[in-house]
């Protein structure tokens, strides 16, 4: 697709951020047992941390291809602290603006734009993950609000977070009508953090098992109609997937400059790297990849802009953005050779960053079963 030249300013922003503010430092980052929370708030300074926000609440206000170039050119970078900046922007702000009281509002959505406030989501369990349906955390209705108790597994940015938007069961015989949606303070009582998880990649983000424990949380609380949280948690899903294809293009693009990079730079035999057909050949397939990815992945985003529906195109999109991402790393490491398996060479850590894309946000298994849901239609 051709950009506007705002849709080139905001990707060229966040280029220019990212090959100069993070790209430097991602291994000294991965060596620290803490995500670099100063990269987020420099990331609200940008408008990035609520990209998608109106201007009334303190927002960028820009549309949804502008984001998912951001998306790729942060995670060109370090896929760990933009899979941060991705939760955070949605479901979390985008959840506020479209289903939020006007105090939480007019309280949450400037600070959490500006990046002084970090959003988590509690959504999957340790035997809940793309089945919503199935999750067992419990919000009793007490007098002023309700107490939760349950384990959450796998949440970005569960330690980092300052905010959580967590989906519990208000109605345990009302199925998918009986759960409902709160925002509120990580900071409450019975919010305990109880593993940080030791992971392959995206080492620069927490990624942790949260427990509640008898947690009170206000009604003033409550994130939307009572018995709306599955509705609200899943709305967020497309936009969730073409950004996982945005984080999937930037790594994959990443790998591939890498790769070129060291292949005009190493000698064999006389030549280049790069001179010799097999590795032109097989930089050409990558580059080829790479560029089928980002088309789709711009496609979805053009369509969520102009509202036309776009679950099908979105499932394509992170489908196919996320194998690329690891079939082109792996390659990376290939024209490196030995060295593509060293911590000194970037490859080694995009590699490990990849593997993760084809799992959350639905893993491609689902994104299968959702694309093929299209031909039962009449």
Known sequence: MILTDQQIMIRDMARDFASHEMAPHVRQWEQDDEPPVWVLKKLGELGLMGACISTEYGGAGVDFVSYVLATEEIARADCGVCNMMNVHNSPICAAVQDYGSDPQKKSLLPRM????????????EPQ????????TTTARAVDGGYILNGTKQFITSGKTAD?????AVTDPEGGRKGMSCFITPTDNPGYIVTRVEDKLGHRTCDTCQIIMEDMFVPDTDLLGPSGEGYKIALAYLMGGRIGVGAQSVGVAQAALDAAADYARERETFGNRLVDHQAIAFKLADMATQVESARQMVLHAAQLKDAGVPCLKEASMAKLHASVVAEQVCSEAV????GYG???DYIVEKLYRDARVLQIYEGASEVQKMLISREFSRD
């Open 113 to 124: 734009a500006s990046g002084e406030l970090i959003g988590t989501f509690l959504l999957t």
């Open 128 to 135: 809940a993950g793309s089945d919503a349906a199935a999750i």
């Open 163 to 167: 905010v959580a938007m967590i989906v």
């Open 334 to 337: 290939q024209i490196h050779g």
């Open 341 to 343: 398996f060293l911590s």
